[in-house]
């Protein structure tokens, strides 16, 4: 180009998409240049600079590398270990065996959470635990010598971690002749971290299961007269919040997905999730879970969907983008990257898909601002991270 007639600068960016040359000049008060690529520079302000160069930090074998926006720390997987990495000198601190496929992690009540294969674990700033309690075990039961009335009782029991409980067993009926006793045998549990078992009891002769007490590990206990009995069982009928390849966390419910299928924990209860009505089926494998106030964004195969509402229940299904997005590309922009797009503050995510970054409106819209500009990205996979206020996504 003749540079009088035609300075290069200021610079827009990139535009493989126009299919004349002319149209990368764009004329009027605000005249712009767009480029047909641009490797290793930065374009800010309509000037391009040299990119910084990169340099291998660690020998290690580091994937899903996160930092959690708490207290700064990172974290990331080698080979089936969840690690902690400090970044002063990669070093590493193995957590928890979490599996060798992807891990994705997220800030759940000032703790860091990862999703593996293996389950999703928590970490504390101290060690790594489980966020789940297993489901309890049904007890064995028979009738001894004490003073009961005389009756068929149900009983049933949930593990506990602390004040945590876990998903109820299955209920065992046991008659008891009068003046007899439940003799209760509890298998031992698998999960060393449970402290206790919380025993659910009927009344003789049927009723509901109410919670009879709390009590130590042991292998036999003795229930020869019935307790003052209380509340219904919380997670009856419940099991386990089962891990996922993405994990996001969406009006008090922890979200993960694997496959076609995203699923729920109940409300403020994360770890425990209801088998028959906590899953949505997708129409194609979930590839990213970005969730603002009005629903959820999913990412398929080929497209973008909205879930529209507030509950599991009245989700709606919307299909949204034509463009192919990025499979993990995902993220959420803190409003003053967003700007007007956030509607005064509220959340706003962003993924890279065929035609680039996508804005996710609050509200279920998308804005494609390079749609017309950009075409053909693709990649088995990628991560997105905003950092010195610019979006950012690397892409294999």
């Known amino acids: 180009m003749n540079d009088k007639k035609y300075p290069l600068a ?5 535009d493989n998409a126009s299919p004349r040359d002319d149209a990368l000049v764009v004329g009027g008060d605000e005249r712009r240049v767009f480029l047909r690529d641009a490797v290793n520079v930065t374009i800010e302000q309509g000037r391009a600079s040299m990119r910084a160069g990169l340099r291998q930090v660690s020998g290690a074998a580091l994937r899903c590398l996160w930092q959690s926006p708490l207290h700064g720390d990172v974290f990331a997987a080698e080979g089936s270990q969840w690690v902690r990495v400090n970044p002063a000198d990669w070093s590493l601190h193995a957590l928890a065996e ?44 028979a009738a001894g010598t004490g003073s009961l009335v005389k009756g068929s009782y149900g009983v049933a029991l949930a593990w506990l971690r602390g004040a945590l409980e876990g998903p109820l ?82 009006r008090g419910r922890l979200l993960t997905a694997r496959g076609s299928v995203l699923r729920f924990s109940e409300a403020m209860a994360y770890h ?15 590839t990213f879970l970005a969730p603002v106030d009005g629903g ?6 080929d497209h973008v969907a909205f879930l529209r509402g507030a509950s599991p229940g009245e ?57 017309k500009r950009l075409r053909g990205i ?9 950092f010195g206020g610019r979006l950012a996504a690397a892409v294999t």
């Not at 003046?179 to 209760?184: H, Q, V, Y």
């Not at 993924?351 to 749609?371: K, Q, R, S």
Request: hydrophobic share 45%.
């Open 10 to 14: 200021p610079l827009a960016g990139i």
């Open 272 to 286: 425990v999730h209801h088998p028959l009505h906590g899953f949505v089926q997708m129409p194609q494998r979930i």
């Open 98 to 141: 979490i599996g060798p496929g992807d891990v994705s992690h997220l800030v759940l009540g000032g703790q860091v959470l990862a999703a593996g294969d293996t389950g999703i674990w928590r970490y504390n700033g101290q060690d790594a635990q489980r966020l789940t309690l297993e489901r309890g075990p049904a007890p064995g039961v």
């Open 315 to 371: 989700l709606a299904l919307e299909r949204k983008s034509g463009a192919a997005p990025v499979p993990g590309t995902a993220v959420e922009l803190p409003a003053e990257v967003a700007g007007q797009a956030s509607g005064g503050g509220r959340a706003v995510v962003a993924w890279l898909a065929g035609n680039g970054f996508v804005l996710g409106t609050p509200d279920g819209g998308i804005i494609e601002p390079h749609a």
């Open 169 to 250: 067993s299955v209920m065992v009926n046991c008659a008891v002749p009068a003046n007899g006793a439940l003799t209760i045998v509890a298998p031992p549990p698998l999960d060393t971290s449970v402290t206790g078992m919380r025993l659910y009891v009927t009344r003789p002769d049927g009723g509901e299961l109410l919670r009879a007490g709390d009590y130590a590990l042991a292998p036999t206990l003795e229930i020869p007269l019935l307790p003052a009995l209380g509340a219904p069982p919380p997670f009856a009928g419940m099991d386990p919040m089962p891990t996922g390849q993405h994990l996001a966390l969406w």
């Open 378 to 386: 693709a990649g088995a996979r990628g991560t997105s991270v905003v």
């Open 296 to 301: 959820i964004f999913v990412g398929q195969v």
